[in-house]
Nanobody
Framework: QKQLVEPGGGLVQPGGFLRLSCAASRNIFSINDMGWYRQAPGKERELVASITRGGSTKYADSVKGRFTASRDNAKKTVYLQMNSLKPEDTAVYYC???????????????WGQGTQVTVSS
């Protein structure tokens, strides 16, 4: 069973926007600090944004001012709002973080399944 689900993604024109979400499954009680990563073809996976449990955020220089991470702890969901998208933002985007279950287990550094974002005219 997937513990993190990432709907969203898709094809968008340069300058456009997209909102990604990453939702924890029913048996997850809460989520800890979370990160958004991306991996472009032929490149290593990189961290683009992170958000703490309390909502503090950090961004890679390449997306600063264009991307915004947010979260809804009650919904166990994190979001990545991506504005002013560029072709170089094309990649598979993943969420990642520690997840806590109702029965006391922890999924350490759990990866979402990833979602493709393509920026092209």
């Amino acid at each position: 069973q997937k513990q993190l689900v990432e709907p969203g993604g898709g094809l968008v024109q340069p300058g456009g926007f997209l909102r990604l979400s990453c939702a924890a499954s029913r048996n997850i009680f809460s989520i800890n600090d979370m990160g958004w990563y991306r991996q472009a073809p032929g490149k290593e996976r990189e961290l683009v944004a992170s958000i703490t449990r309390g909502g503090s955020t950090k961004y890679a220089d390449s997306v600063k001012g264009r991307f915004t991470a947010s979260r809804d702890n009650a919904k166990k969901t994190v979001y990545l709002q991506m504005n002013s998208l560029k072709p170089e933002d094309t990649a598979v985007y993943y969420c990642n973080g520690d997840l806590y279950t109702l029965d006391g287990r922890t999924y350490y550094r759990y990866w979402g399944q990833g979602t493709q974002v393509t920026v092209s005219s």
